[in-house]
């Protein structure tokens, strides 16, 4: 009670306020449990008053990190912005698990250059987070900006910038109805049966849940590759990484005349082949999973657990890649994060693991997820859950894997409410809006100067996961060789075959004004940073977040100006002309010109031997660099030992020199928090030379 009252007593003294920006500032500034869980609950009364004032300039709905740069870039050209979030959490992924950041070219160009504005400063702010950390890493050495983050680290920042632009924000305010007159969004009722209104909107949310309602046209999954004639369309019956070795995808082995039985099929493992040829269209989207946050400390750690329900059967298939020879590092890949805190983000790293790919306990596909409704989007999340903490549970009782589960467990200190579980299901594809124009393939890559055009930069490879796990059998139909195209010689028995994964580079490109536009006859006064008018193709690529954070500042500043032109009408965002959208963004420090020189050391060039000229007196020993844009490197090593290109620990072959060098606190290849890690994952095959990147 004595922590409480005081605590409920100021929020019900701001309430009567009405003061927008008083609130956010107050609440979210660095509050402590009390006051946390007592904003949860007073907050919305507060929004229920507001929302019987005047309308909001602008409305931005989706609480990603685009959804928060798009608010707190128009809340800084003086609008009045509220921030509705559909759940209790803020930040998207970049607080919710995805911590070791997908930056958009991670070896070959100074990212300072690619990312700018108002994504940048959150970047900034993380830097000088981190500054007195002894905290090194292979990533974030790039320019000297720290770009990974604890996910607790990204929420106070994120909270912070929102305070400091006086942005409102409100919670769990998932939208139910629209009203709309015309081309224009009028306001929005959510779940709770609160109105909220505004002149301008913003749709930052992951599933694009504004533009049905809006009447925008989007589409979900692939298209053919006859629709824009794009070579990476459509289905491509394969992946990479794939199986590489042939598994059983029965339960027993059958004969060949009995294949084709679905009943008999392992757990995650979809069905026969679907009736598709290379480059036809699909429903599919890339696969989602959770970004972990786990540790290896022991005063930090909770034990892996294993959810209701569990059944080591579930998860046969696993056991047998393991038995085929697939080690963990087919199953998850770790990368250290900083703080010194010895945490790691928990990817998916092989054909099987962290990505929910399959049929499980008559899961829906994540296809299902871009038009679900509330209700059923937490049963999917649930069933990820399940699966994910079923499989950790799996390798650590049943392989008994040493290095998963005696070393490593969930972060006591991230994710507090939620069970140290992240809150937020990594939606990698749903919707994808149809504007005025759909970006595609032929647009970006080597793709020309676009000028004004330009909001952004972008050039992230083309990464889709897997969307599909199938039989394929030998013999008859349904066998079709499009969908079961075999690495090597043709299986005498069945297999399991993943299909959709594709990593093709494109290049640098601008991120073009018709991202976010709408078609005109459908919306007039809405801008979509994340949903965005694109090809499935290009949006592989724009999914990352700081391109989805750079076209967030974007967005806020293209609504921003469409309110401020409107003078006595309606704001119109298709009125706002390129130029004057790109001078905007320019003196905010937007980067929208791709450099033309790339910003890389010439120790990575042209000062690494390569194979079989180890000997060679004409060759300058390699020489390491401290980071990648950076002038400082290692000492040389005239020693250094080349790994061959069919190497995959390195830890043996290198000098003691560069070991030390490389991983102070380590003599083994696995991740070092405050040193480099030189396993297979970091080496880059650049121009002929094989090199462990710094």
């Excluded at 070579?231 to 059958?254: E, H």
Aim: charge should be negative; aromatic fraction near 10%; proline fraction near 7%.
């Amino acid at each position: 009670i004595e922590l409480y009252i005081p605590a409920f007593q100021k929020f019900k003294d701001l309430s009567r306020l009405f003061a927008r920006n008083i609130i956010i500032k107050e609440a979210m500034a660095t509050p402590s449990l009390p006051e946390r869980m007592v904003f949860i609950f007073v907050f919305s009364g507060v929004v229920c008053s507001l929302s019987t004032q005047k309308p909001f300039d602008i409305a931005v709905y989706g609480s990603t990190p685009a959804g928060i740069i798009a608010a707190v870039a128009a809340a800084r050209m003086n609008k009045s912005v509220v921030l509705l979030s559909q759940t209790q959490h803020v930040g998207g992924m970049v607080s919710g698990g995805l911590s070791h950041t997908d930056i958009i070219r991670p070896n070959d160009f100074d990212n300072r250059l690619l990312v700018g504005g108002v994504a940048m400063e959150f970047f900034e702010l993380n830097t000088q987070w981190y500054r007195n950390s002894s905290y090194s890493n292979h990533n974030d050495t790039n320019s000297s900006i720290v770009w990974c983050v604890e996910p607790h680290v990204a929420g106070i920042i994120f909270r912070r910038m929102l305070s400091d632009a006086g942005v409102t924000v409100v919670l769990n305010a998932s939208v139910a109805t629209m009203v709309k007159e015309d081309t224009r969004i009028v306001s929005l009722r959510d779940h709770s049966d609160r109105d909220f209104a505004a002149d301008m909107w913003i749709d930052a949310s992951y599933e694009g849940d504004l533009l049905p309602l809006a009447g925008v046209s989007f589409a979900v999954g692939r298209e053919p590759t006859s629709a824009f004639n794009e070579s990476l369309a459509g289905f491509t019956g394969g992946s990479s990484p794939q199986f590489p070795r042939y598994i059983n995808p029965y339960t027993t082995d059958f004969g060949n005349d009995k294949m084709h039985n679905d009943e008999a099929l392992l757990p995650l493992v979809d069905s026969i082949p679907p009736d598709l040829s290379v480059g036809d269209g699909d429903d599919a989207v890339a696969s989602y999973n959770f970004r972990l946050c786990v540790t290896t400390r022991t005063d930090n750690l909770v034990p892996f657990t294993p959810p209701v329900g569990y059944n080591s059967t579930d998860y046969e298939l696993v056991r047998r890649m393991h038995g085929s020879g697939l080690g963990i590092d087919h199953i998850f890949k770790s990368s250290p994060l900083p703080g010194g805190g010895d945490k790691y983000d928990l990817n998916s790293g092989g054909p099987v693991g962290t990505d929910f790919v399959g049929k499980f306990r008559g899961s829906l596909p994540a296809s299902a997820w871009a038009t679900a409704n509330d209700t059923t989007r937490l049963m999917m999340w649930k069933q990820h859950k399940d699966y994910v903490q079923g499989l950790l549970w799996f390798l650590r009782t049943e392989l008994m894997d040493s290095w998963l589960g005696n070393e490593f467990g969930l972060c006591k200190d991230e994710f507090v409410d939620t069970d140290n579980w992240p809150p937020q299901l990594y939606i990698r594809e749903a919707r994808r809006m149809q504007g005025e124009r759909v970006v595609i393939q032929g647009d970006v890559v080597d793709a020309e100067d676009i000028g004004v055009e330009a909001v952004g930069l972008g050039g992230y490879v083309f990464d889709t996961h897997t969307a599909r796990r199938y039989a394929c059998t030998p013999g008859s139909p349904p066998t079709r060789a499009a969908q079961c195209t075999s690495p090597s010689k043709p299986s005498p028995a069945a297999y399991v075959w993943d299909e959709s994964h594709m990593v093709s580079d494109p290049g640098l490109f601008q991120l073009p004004r018709s991202f976010l536009l709408p078609r005109r006859n459908e919306a007039t006064n809405l801008a979509v940073p994340t949903a965005v008018s694109a090809s499935h193709v290009v949006f592989s690529s724009i999914r990352m977040e700081p391109q989805w954070m750079v076209l967030g500042h974007a967005a806020g500043v293209l609504t921003s100006l469409a309110h401020s032109q409107a003078q006595n009408t309606t704001g119109v965002v298709q009125n706002v002309t390129s130029a004057k959208l790109n001078a905007e963004l320019r003196a905010q420090g937007a980067m929208l010109d791709i450099p033309t020189k790339p910003q890389l050391n010439a120790c990575m060039l042209n000062r690494c031997v390569p194979f079989g000229n180890t000997s060679d007196p004409k060759l300058p020993p390699c020489q390491f660099c401290a980071g990648l844009g950076s002038d400082e490197w290692l000492a040389p090593v005239a020693d250094f030992v080349p790994v061959s290109n069919t190497s995959t620990n390195i830890t043996a072959q290198r000098p003691t020199a560069l070991q030390k060098a490389l991983s102070p606190n380590s003599a083994t290849d696995k991740p070092v928090a405050g040193g480099y890690s030189c396993d297979r994952s970091y080496l880059q095959h650049f121009r002929g030379y094989w090199i462990c990147q710094s």
